[in-house]
């Protein structure tokens, strides 16, 4: 609760997490305006294991969490026992979806396996905490958030990378971290 400049000049969490500099953006899932397909390709084409749900692509405003597999599950369900879901169903995420035109194919309604609350840093939030939460919380990821905007997400398997280079490099830190 105190000596907060002591973490100053220690690696926090902008340096740990995904994507780095230079890396293609987050892979994200926009809460209302995504077609079956638009998530179909998302799953194909990356094997992450979930993908932050945002607002809109514009205003990364992060509102929850999707695993992977559970979007596969879902949209697999759906298409072979719902009727109306197809490859053009818009997927939505919010209480009240957007009102279609008429003609526009069912939407598919996939709140239930939203995380509302996944576990966020800022960040400027010192990796030393960050590995705490890790640890104490028994998390599988965190996402990091600058001014309420999503940046950028940190996997436990990043933050074990990160211990072990600690380590190599400077076996004193080891004992703080
Ligand atoms: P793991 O870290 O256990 O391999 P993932 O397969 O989910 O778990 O993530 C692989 C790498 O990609 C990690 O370094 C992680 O930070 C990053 N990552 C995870 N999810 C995403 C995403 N939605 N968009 C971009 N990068 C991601």
């Known amino acids: 609760l105190e000596a907060k400049e002591e973490f100053s000049h220690k690696t926090r969490a902008m340096d740990v997490m995904r994507p780095r500099k230079n890396d293609p953006p987050l892979t994200v899932i926009t809460q209302d305006s995504m077609t079956v397909e638009d998530v179909e390709t998302i799953v194909t084409k990356t094997t992450y294991s979930g993908y932050p749900v945002v607002v ?12 992977r597999r559970d979007l596969i599950i879902s949209i697999e369900n759906a298409r072979k026992k719902q009727d109306g879901i197809v490859s ?20 598919l309604k996939l709140r239930s396996i939203l995380d ?5 840093v ?8 960050v590995v705490d939460i890790f640890r ?5 990821q965190c996402l990091v958030t600058h ?7 940190i996997t436990k398997k990043d ?12 076996p004193e830190s080891i004992l703080f971290n």
């Open 147 to 153: 001014n309420g905007k999503l940046l950028g997400i």
């Open 136 to 140: 104490k919380l028994g998390l599988r």
């Open 159 to 170: 933050v074990l990378k990160h211990i072990a280079q600690m380590a190599n490099q400077d």
């Open 122 to 129: 800022t960040d400027e939030t010192p990796m030393e905490i």
């Open 88 to 107: 053009t169903s818009i997927i939505c995420f919010t209480d009240y979806c957007p009102p279609l035109p008429p003609s526009s194919p069912s939407v």
């Open 56 to 67: 809109s692509r514009a205003s990364q405003r992060l509102v929850g969490f999707v695993l």
């Open 116 to 120: 509302l609350s996944p576990f966020t």
